[in-house]
């Protein structure tokens, strides 16, 4: 059964103080990594697909990586405006046609 | 108007109502989707449908009857709920239903409470 495992569930940062957020998978055959954006009362939205290990792909002050096992969101001097929660999700050989989620990291960047 | 629209945003039933969800896509994809996401709880894919034909049910109770008259529109019906399935509601749409480009668009959701 494919797994998806966020961590932290909840991240509190400073504005300007840069962290990571972990994305962990257990799936059989990945056949791409979603990372989408949810802000309060809103769907989410999408960011960042990665397919291979070792593919990175940035956006803004964002920036995804991608190992055989885990992705990273790295988050380089965030600003309160990035506070949301960010859902990881995999597609898997085996379910192609479906997403599995992570339940997500809540990020909440303080001025 | 662009992008994915979910009627309507809030809704409160009782459990022997009878309601329904609306889900309108602008964007020309042939793919639409109906998700569930409770607090703290990963998203759960409820329904597929790809060019109008239901392609996934997982498991979902009869309760929860979905409806694709179009590529455009998605409806979910709603009978004899249980508290337990209040969440929001979530419909998505994506462009490439058959490939691995499985970037979905979704709206902003339905919030539903059962009492």
């Known amino acids: 059964e494919d797994q998806v495992t966020q961590s932290p569930e909840a991240l509190r940062l400073q504005e300007g103080e840069s962290s990571s957020l972990n994305c962990s998978y257990t799936v059989s055959g990945l056949r791409g990594l979603f990372w989408y954006r949810q802000d309060p009362g809103k769907g989410p939205e999408f960011l960042f697909t990665?397919?291979?290990a070792g593919e990175e792909k940035e956006k803004e002050r964002l920036k995804a990586t991608l190992t055989k096992k885990e992705s990273f969101l790295h988050i380089t001097a965030p600003k309160p405006e990035d506070s949301a929660t960010y859902l990881c999700?995999?597609?898997?050989?085996?379910?192609?046609?479906?997403?599995?989620f992570g339940s997500g990291t809540q990020l909440t960047v303080l001025p | 108007e662009t992008g994915v629209t979910q009627t309507p945003r809030h809704l409160v039933m009782g459990m022997t109502n009878k309601k329904s969800l609306k889900c309108e896509q602008h964007?020309?994809?042939?793919?639409m989707y109906w998700y569930k996401q409770s607090a703290k709880k990963p998203l759960e894919l409820m329904f597929v449908y790809n060019f109008k034909e239901q392609t996934e049910n997982n498991s979902v109770p009869s309760r929860f009857s979905p409806e694709c008259p179009n590529s455009s529109h998605l409806f979910l019906h709603l009978h004899t709920l249980q508290p337990e399935d209040s969440a929001l509601y979530l419909c998505a749409s994506s462009q490439d239903p058959q490939g691995r480009k499985e970037k979905l668009f979704f709206g902003s959701g339905t919030q539903l409470s059962v009492l």
């Open positions: 964007l020309g994809h042939n793919a």
């Open positions: 990665l397919y291979s």
């Open positions: 999700a995999v597609q898997a050989g085996s379910s192609a046609r479906q997403l599995t």
